[in-house]
């Protein structure tokens, strides 16, 4: 039972380019929604993340677009650079002690950024 | 400084072994855990603990075991039931309460290969 799809699995953009990640989930308990970032042989690492009292949150080049009527929110990253070239996880989880207090992730999107 | 140390980096097991990947932490969190990472698969979650001498399984516990003696120690033993060990692990910690209990951190991982 995968409880966040996310897609696409790979994604290839130009530089300078807007990359564009999508995730959809099925718990409506879930009320905290992070993105991580993970290269190659390492571990992942909180990129930003959104409550769903809110519709969108910026930092910086990344901003997450959340749209809880449809239970799906979305990573954009503006302005791609060859940096941004890693794995990029959509997760989702609910408060503790009530049973969805686990991390639960989608499957990953590995971004490349060409010149 | 503060963060997930995991040992070892690189680990062969041969079949039928039993092995033990450890992870410390100097973060003071509460909550622990252990995810398994495959090619295309996302991470999935193996053990966590809330608090010291309690765990509870995760989405794939079989063939794995978990001990919480310390706060800041959770190590995780592959046991020879475990019949596709090979793959890349992943410790991680956060607190479990209030808002700072939502962000999960990641050690850098083990490579465990069955030769």
Same mark, same amino acid.
């Given at each position: 039972q995968?409880?966040?799809?996310?897609?696409?699995?790979?994604?290839?953009?130009?530089?300078g380019?807007?990359?564009?990640?999508?995730?959809a989930?099925e718990?409506?308990?879930?009320?905290?929604?992070?993105?991580y970032?993970?290269?190659?042989g390492?571990?992942p690492a909180?990129?930003?993340?959104?409550?769903?009292?809110?519709?969108?949150?910026?930092?910086?080049?990344?901003?997450?677009?959340f749209n809880?009527?449809?239970?799906?929110?979305?990573?954009?990253?503006?302005?791609?650079?060859?940096?941004?070239?890693?794995t990029y996880?959509?997760?989702?989880?609910?408060a503790?002690?009530?049973?969805?207090?686990?991390?639960?992730?989608?499957?990953?999107?590995?971004?490349?950024?060409?010149? | 400084?503060?963060? @997930?140390?995991?040992?070892?980096?690189?680990?062969?097991?041969k !079949? %039928?072994?039993? $092995?033990?990947?450890?992870?410390?932490?100097n973060?003071?969190?509460?909550?622990?855990y252990?995810?398994?990472q495959?090619?295309?698969?996302g991470?999935?979650?193996?053990?966590?603990?809330? @608090?010291?001498?309690?765990?509870?399984?995760g989405d794939?516990? !079989? %063939?794995?075991s $978990?001990s919480?003696?310390?706060?800041?120690?959770?190590?995780?033993?592959?046991?020879?039931?475990?019949?596709?060990?090979?793959?890349?692990?992943l410790?991680?910690?956060s607190?479990?309460?209030g808002?700072?209990?939502?962000?999960i951190?990641?050690?850098?991982?083990?490579?465990?290969?069955v030769?």
């Amino acid at each position: 039972q995968q409880q966040v799809k996310q897609s696409p699995q790979s994604l290839i953009v130009q530089k300078g380019g807007i990359s564009i990640i999508n995730c959809a989930y099925e718990n409506t308990a879930f009320d905290y929604f992070p993105w991580y970032q993970q290269f190659p042989g390492k571990g992942p690492a909180l990129l930003i993340a959104i409550r769903p009292d809110v519709s969108e949150k910026k930092e910086g080049r990344f901003t997450i677009s959340f749209n809880k009527s449809a239970k799906q929110f979305s990573l954009h990253i503006m302005d791609s650079q060859p940096g941004d070239s890693a794995t990029y996880f959509c997760a989702a989880k609910g408060a503790w002690g009530f049973g969805n207090e686990k991390l639960t992730f989608g499957t990953g999107t590995r971004l490349t950024i060409i010149p | 400084d503060g963060g @997930i140390t995991q040992s070892p980096k690189y680990l062969f097991r041969k !079949e %039928g072994q039993n $092995v033990t990947l450890s992870c410390e932490q100097n973060l003071n969190h509460d909550a622990m855990y252990w995810y398994r990472q495959d090619p295309g698969q996302g991470l999935r979650l193996i053990y966590y603990s809330q @608090i010291v001498n309690d765990f509870q399984k995760g989405d794939i516990a !079989e %063939g794995y075991s $978990v001990s919480r003696e310390k706060k800041e120690s959770f190590p995780l033993t592959v046991t020879s039931a475990q019949k596709n060990p090979t793959a890349f692990y992943l410790c991680a910690s956060s607190m479990r309460t209030g808002d700072s209990g939502n962000t999960i951190y990641f050690g850098e991982g083990s490579w465990l290969t069955v030769v």
